[in-house]
């Protein structure tokens, strides 16, 4: 069990770890493996008789699922993030919190199904998710159990329009021409392509914030005359107030595209740019370059409007489930698919390791259920949402499951053993099967305090992040950390034999598509239809 104690300087409950000796610890899934049928057994009955399942008013409860695209952890350096706030006095936060592969339709992939992209196979952007491979994702199951189930916003997980340019590299006049005579591109009809879920409006991908469409069940686009993220908002409270008194629960997922590129005055919505700091007063990580930065000051403050809407409709929505009453039976959560280097270590955007990309928000809220005020360090991946949300639900999660359970983390009754996983960017493009370019490729092993990293020109960095958090002091070479380095080296091989992954590079993953993007096979073999 984990021991709790009040933060002195935000009245938060901390739940502390004695120290970061990862080598020696397993995952709760690994020790039932080893532990043996009896004591297996025993755990097992203890863990199930820890989980509520039903909320205050009978039935299992609701879950409002928020993910932000591009939304980094540290925002509150850069804004007042009042919405965020809210969140941590009355939930919990995870600091720990990882997108294990920082890039759009893989954390969607593993958000799904609970699984490694290399058995999902969704390892990079604009591929169609297979529901024969993964017949048992988030809204299936639920579904399956009596919920309602919607999608709000940008899914990500169809070819869309990169159908038209093929699998290696972007064709624009041969895209522009195919939607000339392929106007719906974005358009995912009801079915096994929308993976459950039966309430829809959403599109596959597009950027057009202030002229925001989206579909329902058939085309043509319907436009909102509204900011894309205070449409979805909108929305999501409209579904909400529609279910709160059913009989059935529901599961509802908003995923806002903003604060995503463009970064640009055109795709704010109204009013924000003005509340954000001028340049010259704009928090700096020490990690950005002074001078030729490859984000400009401008661009980050389009990102910080957009990122300030987000927190004001978090506000918002907040304020209407405890105004209805629909609090208590609901779990609200709010995270990211990944975040954004903003020039640190020289970079833009994401697929890389580093902390600005990798470390995402992590809030859940479940008035009377979690803990207020907690903060926990245990380690959360997006695999681990599928199997706590149905532990938090009172549901059995798929068997193929690779992540965890930690919905007894989540309500402070139970601490989970793992302390490594693994993270990995399989691409060097997020739109197409290309080798060691732009975003080349890399496998690593991140804990609590350490993030490793071996690329694949066999390159490695080592840094510790509790002695040097903006990652600006690469330890390998160094002989204190030798011991280290040797047990990362040994997780990385474990954790990689464990999901299947043979480090391959960017283009052999094309072999595992056909032309139009469907997928053949993963790591576990050919996809049979």
């Known amino acids: 069990m984990s021991n709790y104690h009040k933060h002195s300087s935000k009245n938060a409950i901390v739940k502390q770890d004695s120290n970061d000796s990862h080598h020696h610890q397993v995952g709760r899934r690994e020790f039932l493996k080893v532990a043996g049928p009896a004591v297996s057994a025993v755990a097992l009955s203890s863990w199930s008789a820890l989980n509520p399942l039903q909320g205050a008013?009978?039935?299992?409860?609701?879950i409002v699922f928020i993910f932000d695209d591009q939304y980094r952890q540290d925002m509150s350096k850069f804004i007042p993030t009042?919405?965020?706030?809210?969140?941590?006095?009355?939930?919990?936060?995870f600091t720990n919190g990882f997108s294990t592969v920082p890039l759009c339709t893989p954390f969607r992939g593993?958000?799904?199904?609970?699984?490694?992209?290399?058995?999902?196979?969704?390892?990079?952007?604009?591929?169609?998710?297979?529901?024969?491979?993964?017949?048992?994702?988030?809204?299936n199951v639920f579904g399956k159990a009596g919920y309602e189930t919607g999608f709000l916003g940008k899914w990500h997980l169809a070819a869309g329009l990169r159908v038209a340019s093929g699998l290696y590299e972007a064709n624009p006049e041969v895209e522009m021409a195919y939607k000339k005579s392929h106007p719906d591109t974005e358009f995912v009809p009801p079915g096994p392509a929308r993976l459950g879920f039966?309430?829809?409006?959403?599109?596959?991908?597009?950027?057009?914030?202030?002229?925001?469409?989206?579909y329902e069940d058939v085309p043509p686009k319907i436009y909102s005359k509204s900011y894309e993220t205070d449409t979805l908002f909108d929305q999501a409270t409209k579904f909400i107030e529609k279910h709160k008194n059913q009989e059935k629960p529901f599961l509802l997922v908003v995923a806002p595209h903003p604060p995503h590129p463009p970064f640009l005055p055109g795709s704010l919505p109204e009013g924000y740019l003005e509340k954000v700091p001028p340049a010259s007063e704009l928090y700096h990580p020490p990690n950005v370059p002074k001078t030729?930065?490859?984000?400009?000051?401008?661009?980050?403050?389009?990102?910080?409007?957009?990122?300030?809407?987000i927190e004001d409709n978090l506000v918002r929505l907040m304020d209407y489930l405890d105004r209805s009453g629909a609090s208590r039976d609901t779990?609200?959560?709010f995270s990211s698919d990944h975040g954004e280097m903003h020039g640190s270590h020289g970079r833009v955007n994401k697929m890389v390791p580093y902390t600005e990309a990798v470390n995402i928000p992590l809030i859940m809220r479940w008035p009377g259920r979690i803990p207020a005020g907690t903060v926990s360090d245990t380690i959360y991946t997006p695999i681990d949402h599928l199997p706590t949300l149905c532990g938090l639900a009172g549901l059995q999660a798929p068997g193929e499951v690779?992540?965890?359970?930690?919905?007894?983390d989540v309500l402070g009754r139970s601490r989970s053993f793992r302390s490594r996983v693994l993270m990995a960017n399989y691409t060097s493009h997020w739109d197409f099967f290309q080798t060691n370019t732009v975003w080349p490729e890399w496998r690593g092993v991140r804990t609590k305090r350490y993030t490793y990293v071996k690329w694949l020109t066999g390159a490695e960095e080592l840094y510790d992040n509790l002695d040097d958090p903006y990652q600006m002091r690469n330890l390998v070479g160094n002989d204190s950390v030798s011991s280290t380095l040797r047990e990362l080296r040994g997780d990385l091989k474990?954790?990689?034999?464990?999901?299947?992954?043979?480090?391959?590079?960017?283009?052999?993953?094309?072999?595992w598509y056909d032309k139009d993007r469907n997928l053949l096979r993963s790591a576990l073999g050919p996809v049979h239809r």
């Open 57 to 62: 008013t009978g039935t299992r409860p609701n």
């Open 82 to 93: 009042p919405g965020a706030d809210r969140l941590t006095r009355e939930g919990i936060t």
């Open 110 to 139: 593993m958000l799904m199904t609970g699984r490694y992209p290399t058995h999902s196979g969704l390892v990079m952007n604009w591929v169609n998710a297979n529901p024969t491979l993964n017949p048992h994702c988030l809204a």
């Open 198 to 214: 039966d309430f829809w409006q959403a599109y596959n991908f597009h950027a057009d914030f202030n002229h925001y469409w989206y």
């Open 292 to 309: 030729d930065s490859p984000r400009s000051p401008q661009e980050l403050r389009c990102y910080l409007a957009m990122a300030m809407n």
């Open 331 to 333: 779990i609200l959560v």
């Open 402 to 408: 690779d992540g965890e359970d930690l919905s007894g």
């Open 494 to 511: 474990e954790l990689m034999i464990a999901a299947h992954d043979n480090f391959l590079n960017g283009r052999q993953y094309a072999d």
